[in-house]
T-cell receptor, first 118, second 111 residues
Framework: GAVVSQHPSRVICKSGTSVKIECRSLDFQATTMFWYRQFPKKSLMLMATSNEGSKATYEQGVEKDKFLINHASLTLSTLTVTSAHPEDSSFYIC??????????????FGDGTRLSIL | EDQVTQSPEALRLQEGESSSLNCSYTVSGLRGLFWYRQDPGKGPEFLFTLYSAGEEKEKERLKATLTKKESFLHITAPKPEDSATYLCAVLYGGATNKLIFGTGTLLAVQP
């Protein structure tokens, strides 16, 4: 149980392109999803918390106009990197969690998206 | 400052050589400590949740324990397929769902 699917797994595109990444919870309803960024040999850095039916909450220093998050259903959240530049190249990982509001339930992660901007 | 520290950064074991990984934390109001395994190029895979000091969880060759200051992940008779980065993460405080991750321990088990 608790499977999270993330697509695509890898994207290579030119500078200025917008890229959309999908995160789906396959066997549970996820009222809350999270988007992380991971640099090589570093731990996960939370970018934003995505709440179904409401606006995402962004961490300090994360540009909300650059990283657009939509959580339109209980099983799908999307992250769009708008007008991507080489410095946006990274490993992006989503996670999903059961339970509404503040919860102690574990987060379950997708397999990540390797984004490379040329 | 709220912090999660993992040690060692890297650990090389021979197959069958048991050892422990450490996750120490300095946060107030711990609500949960989570262990994950991450393979290269993949997302973290959930292993255990520990909620209170004294709690223990086991799964195959892995056993996680929790005190008021730290958690240990004990690996008994590891196999090469146990090679991965092991991450711990802490959920703490009041009205927040934010996890703080440690930087991980890279475990290599040689046959």
């Amino acid at each position: 149980g608790a499977v999270v699917s993330q697509h695509p797994s890898r994207v290579i595109c030119k500078s200025g392109t917008s890229v959309k990444i999908e995160c789906r919870s396959l066997d549970f309803q996820a009222t809350t999803m999270f988007w992380y960024r991971q640099f090589p040999k570093k731990s996960l850095m939370l970018m934003a918390t995505s709440n179904e039916g409401s606006k995402a909450t962004y961490e300090q220093g994360v540009e909300k106009d650059k990283f657009l998050i939509n959580h339109a259903s209980l099983t799908l959240s999307t992250l769009t990197v708008t007008s991507a530049h080489p410095e946006d190249s990274s490993f992006y990982i989503c996670s999903a969690r059961e339970g509404r509001g503040v919860s102690n339930q574990p987060q379950h992660f997708g397999d990540g998206t390797r984004l490379s901007i040329l | 400052e709220d912090q999660v520290t993992q040690s060692p950064e890297a650990l090389r074991l021979q197959e069958g050589e048991s050892s422990s990984l450490n996750c120490s934390y300095t946060v107030s109001g711990l609500r949960g400590l989570f262990w994950y395994r991450q393979d290269p190029g993949k997302g973290p895979e959930f292993l255990f949740t520990l909620y209170s000091a004294g709690e223990e969880k086991e799964k195959e060759r892995l056993k996680a324990t929790l005190t008021k200051k730290e958690s240990f992940l004990h690996i008994t008779a590891p196999k090469p397929e146990d090679s991965a980065t092991y991450l711990c993460a802490v959920l703490y405080g009041g009205a927040t769902n934010k996890l703080i991750f440690g930087t991980g321990t890279l475990l290599a088990v040689q046959p």
